[in-house]
Structure formats: structure tokens, C-alpha cells
């Protein structure tokens, strides 16, 4: 199991590598006589990045999108005038029905001190208040019957429940058919009336974002499930809504425990109306459930899944068997999406990209093959959709090395051409981020970075000036107008205080692995004088 035992560690293992057992850094490169053509080519083979670095086909599945965006056909927009007057009155029933949840919940909860404690049994009789109105929610929003097949195990059977997430509708019934402590984002907490209610369900709350959020919610996770006292623990793996049509990859909180599990699958079968939150905003999503005659849904509690006690199965592996056996009953594919999919989609929606989902780079595959974060990928991104991607989500050349503040020239075509892996003379988001993150993961990165720092630098100082980047620059790329090197040096120096401090040069660096081939002409020009032991790391 990876070190890092969290809520966002994806369930996809690390394919084997292809490294030695040491890496060094050689900065003798193309001028050694042995040197291959494909070696001359490749400006990132000194610091042990190869040229053949993998990159996946793209998938064209999208899995968060809404297949009913808009309202089509005569009788969709007959329906929703027909249901307007019925509209407004289930809209009134649901705020009734909030509204009376909200205030039993704060009734139960009143003078309640020990939330380390499960909820005394008379406080729970008062949430039935809760659930009940839960229920009469569902009615209003077209859910009048709900097919369900199969029944929930015992809590002391299996005292984790998992299900798919489609809607927002799941977390309302399981409320009201299990009333389960769940797992949910700290942002929930501050939402008007909701916030209140789960906080009721001794909500284990986590920022997906924070290693130390997610250690405390797995060790919460497990302090809850093993206690028979607390309800049984629901958690939505998947960690984010689909469209219920693929299953996207798991996340390992509720694996780690190793407690039995109970996994659930939720359906909305429809012919006109797609019920999956999706991409849709949640304002025309409620719209539309409240115009419509009925809205079908169907919960089926699958057997049991037992951690394999006789292999000491892992959380990957746990997690593995669990999604195949929900996506199987589902008859849906798995894809290596995650929520970091629908950042990405959403950042390049924000953009007012024609195609955001091009953008999607089935981010659990990236995450375990070279443990590059969500939160760099978004960044990353950000660099890509400011070079001016094409309709397609294309970029070409010239706006790839505008960006960069580089101009044409030898160094900065092979730079173009190392993460070009199809060869076409443009490049897609996948590949720019892959190669970035081929780079920027490189054992040695970081001592290249460093390196390429302190040969920089002025006699007896701390920072790069202006004169000394042009120079260790002009190594590799000769003939530097003036305006191209201000170019350079503001992308540098990342505090704008006119000068590039070692952490300016490391966080830009960072930002543009793809730069430090720049400086690898320099650490060439003087290779001689640093061939020492500090360029060999044993991994």
C-alpha cells in the first residue's frame, strides 16, 4: 500500500520502471563521442528524463457529461409548461419540508457538547423528524416511488457502505434509509440549512487538498467502523458525481479500515431527462426535476465484499474487487478518471474552451505513474490554455514558445519536439503535461535546478541578475535581443523585485520544467569542473 493511506490516493498502482538502481546526472551529453543522435535530440536526457516517456491515447469518454444539457423536443417543452403550476408546488413542499428538517435537526442537536460520542438515542427519535421530511424531499422532486431491490446488511456485518454518485439525490436517501454517519467535504458544513443537518450525522468532514485532512478523516473512518456504537460509515468513492453511464476510479478511504463493505448501486433510468448533476447547474437541474411528471430511481443493496484476509489484501487491491463488482452490476466500463478530471474540465469551461472535455487526462493514471498532484496538474493547465490552444485544444509552436519567452531556435525546437511524441508539429494538454511531469519528477530535477542556480549567480551573492541570466542563457540560445531576455527575466523572477532569487529560480523552474534545458548548455560548457559525487544519487 503507497505511504500515503489517504481518502485521494488513487486505487491504480505505479507500472514498473524502467530505471537502474542509480541515476546519474551527465552533463557531457551530446559532446560525449559515444552519444546517440536520439541523445543529441533529446535536451532533458542529462537529468535522466527519456525521450519515450509514455503517453496514453485519449480517452473520449466524458464522464461528467450531462447528455440532456438543454430542453429538447415538442414534448419535453409541453411537459415542462404542463408541470409549472406543479412546480410551484413542490417547490413549496420542499422549502416546508427543509425548513421543519432544519429545525427538528437543531432541537436534536441542541446543548449537544460530545461530538466524540455517538448521538444519545433520544436525539436520534428526533431526526426521524429529519428523515422523514428527507423523504417527503425526495416526493418533491418527482421521486414518488423508489424501486429498490435487496437490503442493507447488518451493521455489525458490514459497517461501511459504498455506493456510485450520480446526483445529489443519493446523499438525501441514504439519510433517510440509513441515516449514516458520512464523509463530506468542509465545505459542506457552511451550506445554509444542509450544513446543520449532516452535521447531525456526525459528518467526518475532509479537504481532499490537505495530506493531514485526509489522514485524520481515514483515521476517523476507522475509529467509527470499528466502534459498534457510531451508525455504519457511507462513503461515495468515486469522490465527485458521474453520469452514471462509466464508473470512474475509487479513492481508498473506505478500503483502508480493511472492514467489511457493503457496496450499493443507484440508477436513474430516463428517456428524456438525464438526472445526472454532472456539468448542469444545480439550479437547472432542481428546474427541471421539478417539471417533470416522475423522475425514476432505482437502489439495489449487493452483497457483501470481504477484504481477503488469507493474502493480507491491501486497500488497492480491496478497492479493485469492490468497483468491479459495481461497475459489473452496473454494466458500465471503468475509466481512470477522478475529481482532478472534472477540475481540469471545469478550468478549461472557465477558459470558454470549445471542448473542455479534451482537457481530461484520467488523472488516477497520472497521479500513480509519476505522483504528480491535482493541484499542479490545474496549474499546469493554466500554462497550456495560455498558450492559445485551437478548437481542437492544439497548440502549435510559435504560441508554445511565446509563453515560454523563448524564440526560435535549435534548443527551443527540440524542447518542442521532445513532449511533440507524435510528431505533427503541435502538441495536445496530455502531452505537455506528461512531459512537464516526466521532467519535473525526474530524480535529479531538483539538484539540476540547483546546480544551474549557483553557476548563475554573481560572485559573493544570492541572486541572478539581469546580465548573469543572459549570459548562462546565451550558452544555448546565441543572439538574445534585449526584449527577450526582459522577457525571461520577469517569468524568473517571481516576486518582481528585479532580481532572481535562488527560490524565484526553483519556483519557476517548477512551474517550467521544461526551461531547464536552458541551462543545460551551461552545465555542459562547464561540465569539467563539476563532475563530482554529488551528482549521483542512489535511489
Known sequence: MAADDSLSTPFLVTRPSD??????????????????????????????????????????????RNSTPGVDGVYEWLKIVICLPVAAVRLVLFGFCLMVGYVATVLALHGWKDKQNPLPRWRCRVMWVTRLCARAILFSFGY???????????????????????????????????????????????????????????????DRFSKSSRKHAVNEIKRKASSGRFPRVLLFPEGTTSNGRVLISFQLGAFIPGHTVQPVIVRYPHIHFDQSWGNIP?????????????????????PVVKPNENRKENAICFAQRTSHV??????????SHTYGDFMLFAKAA?????????????????????????????????????????????????????VLRLKTSMLSEKIFGFIDTNKIGKITFKQFLLGSAHVLKQPLF?????????????????HISKSKLHIAISVGVPNLH??????????????????????????????????????????????????????????
Request: net charge negative.
Open 282 to 302: 444545480l439550479g437547472k437541474l432542481m428546474f427541471r426535476m421539478f417539471t417533470q411528471f416522475h423522475n425514476f430511481m432505482e437502489v439495489e443493496y449487493l
Open 482 to 539: 534585449l526584449d527577450e531576455i526582459e522577457g525571461l527575466f520577469s517569468l524568473f523572477d517571481d516576486d518582481s523585485d528585479g532580481k532572481i532569487s535562488k527560490n524565484d529560480f526553483v519556483s519557476c523552474l517548477r512551474r517550467h520544467p521544461l526551461l531547464i534545458a536552458l541551462f543545460r548548455p551551461l552545465l555542459l560548457h562547464i561540465g569539467s569542473s563539476i563532475l563530482d559525487p554529488t551528482l549521483i544519487e542512489v535511489l
Open 19 to 64: 530505471h537502474h538502481s542509480h541515476v546519474v546526472l551527465d552533463v557531457n551529453g551530446c559532446d560525449n563521442p559515444a552519444g546517440t543522435e536520439s541523445a543529441c535530440q533529446n535536451p532533458f536526457e542529462f537529468i535522466g528524463a527519456h525521450e519515450e516517456f509514455e503517453v496514453p491515447g485519449s480517452n473520449t469518454v466524458d464522464p461528467f
Open 350 to 402: 472557465e477558459f470558454k474552451q470549445e471542448n473542455p472535455s479534451a482537457y481530461m487526462v484520467e488523472m488516477a493514471w497520472v497521479q500513480s505513474s509519476l505522483h504528480l498532484r491535482v493541484l499542479e496538474a490545474v496549474e499546469f493547465l493554466e500554462i497550456y490554455l495560455s498558450m492559445n490552444p485551437d478548437a481542437s485544444g492544439y497548440v502549435e509552436f510559435h504560441n508554445f514558445i511565446k
Open 446 to 462: 531538483r539538484h539540476a535546478c540547483e546546480l544551474a542556480f549557483s553557476e548563475c549567480v554573481a560572485d559573493g551573492k544570492n
Open 144 to 206: 414518488h416511488w423508489i424501486k429498490r431491490r435487496g437490503k442493507p446488511a447488518s451493521r455489525e456485518i458490514a459497517p461501511i457502505v459504498v455506493s456510485n454518485h450520480v446526483s445529489y439525490i443519493e446523499p438525501i436517501f441514504f439519510f433517510f434509509d440509513l441515516f449514516p454517519t458520512i464523509v463530506s467535504s468542509e465545505s459542506h458544513d457552511s451550506m445554509p440549512f444542509v450544513g446543520t443537518i449532516i452535521r447531525a450525522m456526525q459528518v467526518i468532514y475532509v
Open 326 to 335: 459495481i461497475a459489473s452490476a452496473l454494466n458500465v466500463p471503468q475509466t
